[in-house]
């Protein structure tokens, strides 16, 4: 079985209860929205980060999924401050050291805002004087909060970042906070 479900921002991706953040609040979690037993989220993706997150009771599809050495190219779509061009992009397609590890070369792409997305709550920070921009960003790895680390290692800060698709599944026709079985 695999689950195709659209995780809002602020959800958690485990289904046990989550301890109070620093300001006391707990966040929601995949138990809240999804009441199927015996599914595991196949990866993760952030507490604040939205988007495709793919649940299965398969394992070696779980570890299909997940595993880097696999190649499975994730996309992602950022808000970025400011207006990057091409010329900025460059590094991430050839790869940037980020300290702990050098990632691999990505597709890097200027959009236009999704059509049809959702609002985000809390809404973003705004800056009168700052644009942002839309990034479509396809990596085959996925450490720890790598697509807000790559962008902000050439200037341009993550905003909000939603994980669109995972090889050939996406968020395509899902409403946010809502879940489809494929």
Not at 1 to 15: A, E, G, Y
Not at 108 to 120: A, G, Q
Not at 149 to 176: H, N, Q, V
Request: one cysteine or more; charged letters at 25%.
């Amino acid at each position: 079985m695999i689950i195709l479900f659209n995780k809002p921002f602020n959800v958690v991706c485990q289904f046990s209860p989550h301890e109070p953040s620093t300001s006391g609040s707990k966040h929601a979690t995949l138990k809240d929205f999804i009441s199927i037993p015996n599914v595991y989220a196949a990866g993760r993706l952030d507490t604040d980060s939205e988007g495709l997150l793919i649940l299965t009771d398969d394992g070696a599809l779980q570890h299909r999924l997940s595993h880097p050495k696999h190649k499975e190219f994730k996309t992602y779509w950022a808000q970025v401050e400011g207006s990057p061009n091409d010329v900025d992009l460059e590094p991430l397609r050839k790869g940037v050291d980020l300290g702990d590890f050098f990632t691999q070369p990505a597709s890097v792409n200027i959009m236009v805002e999704p059509e049809n997305l959702w609002p985000r709550d809390p809404p973003i920070r705004e800056r009168k004087t700052i644009p942002t921009s839309w990034l479509e960003i396809k990596i085959a790895e996925g450490k720890n909060r790598q697509v807000r680390r790559m962008t902000a290692k050439i200037g341009y800060p993550t905003l909000r970042l939603i994980r669109y698709a995972i090889g050939g599944y996406s968020i395509s026709g899902i409403e946010l906070g809502t879940w489809v079985k494929v």
